[in-house]
């Protein structure tokens, strides 16, 4: 199992490129999670989606859009990137039963807006 | 408001040494608290709940609900438990949003 994996691992954009992130899990998770890190912050829940088909915002949800059309995958998409957009994506996911704060995390994908 | 406080970026000992990581948080309902472990070059992982009361790679946590407090503590550092540590709060009702503390580095010194 290659659990959860994230594409790209990094990317540069300009400011006001769009680019959408790959989130895929092999685990058959219902849930999928997409959070953000900046230097000296914890991570900020982005969207989440609890089964395909649906998605809901999180803490900071402003700038992305994400869809879920097959269960194993979450895509974030950016639309017009800005430099505020510059940090470090992770994706997660779970499944019901399992405590709701306990995630499997993919590697990460890094990004920065010039 | 809902928080997560580890309040020390940094925390340096030597090998052998007890080793305690706090984590305070704010929450206005019943929370369960993990701690996540991040070594270097690999992804963010689980490393124990409170609700299992376990100890796992020599590490404990109890919470402390009259101190709001879920310090991660193991009583001889190892030069492998170098990492960043994070905290982690979710409510107990079934919502989705977990709160992270910003991490603390963990550097064992031989």
């Known amino acids: 199992n290659a659990g959860v994996t994230q594409t790209p691992k990094f990317r540069v954009l300009k400011t006001g490129q769009s680019m959408t992130l790959l989130c895929a899990q092999d685990?058959?998770?219902?849930?999928m999670y997409w959070y953000r890190q900046d230097p000296g912050m914890g991570l900020r829940l982005i969207h989440y989606?609890?089964?395909?088909?649906?998605?809901a915002k999180g803490e900071v949800p402003d700038g992305y859009n994400v869809s879920r059309l097959k269960k194993q995958n979450f895509l974030l998409g950016l639309e017009s990137a800005a430099p505020s957009q510059t940090s470090v994506y992770f994706c997660?996911?779970?499944?019901?039963?399992?405590?709701?704060?306990?995630?499997?995390f993919g590697p990460g994908t890094r990004l920065t807006v010039l | 408001a809902q928080r997560v406080t580890q309040p020390e970026k940094l925390l340096s000992v030597f090998k052998g040494a007890p080793v305690e990581l706090k984590c305070n948080y704010s929450?206005?309902?019943?929370?369960?608290l993990f701690w996540y472990v991040q070594y270097s070059r690999q992804r963010l992982q689980l490393l124990l709940r409170?609700?299992s009361r376990e100890s796992i790679k020599g590490f404990t946590a109890d919470l402390n609900k009259g101190e709001t407090s879920f310090h991660l503590k193991k009583p001889f550092a190892q030069e492998e438990d170098s990492a960043m540590y994070y905290c982690?709060?979710?409510?107990?009702?079934?919502?989705?949003?977990?709160?992270f503390g910003a991490g603390t580095r963990l550097f064992v010194k031989a």
């Open positions: 982690a709060l979710t409510g107990s009702t079934g919502g989705f949003k977990t709160i």
């Open positions: 989606s609890v089964g395909e088909g649906t998605t």
């Open positions: 997660a996911s779970s499944y019901p039963g399992l405590p709701r704060g306990e995630q499997f």
């Open positions: 685990m058959n998770h219902e849930y």
């Open positions: 409170h609700i």
């Open positions: 929450y206005s309902g019943s929370p369960e």
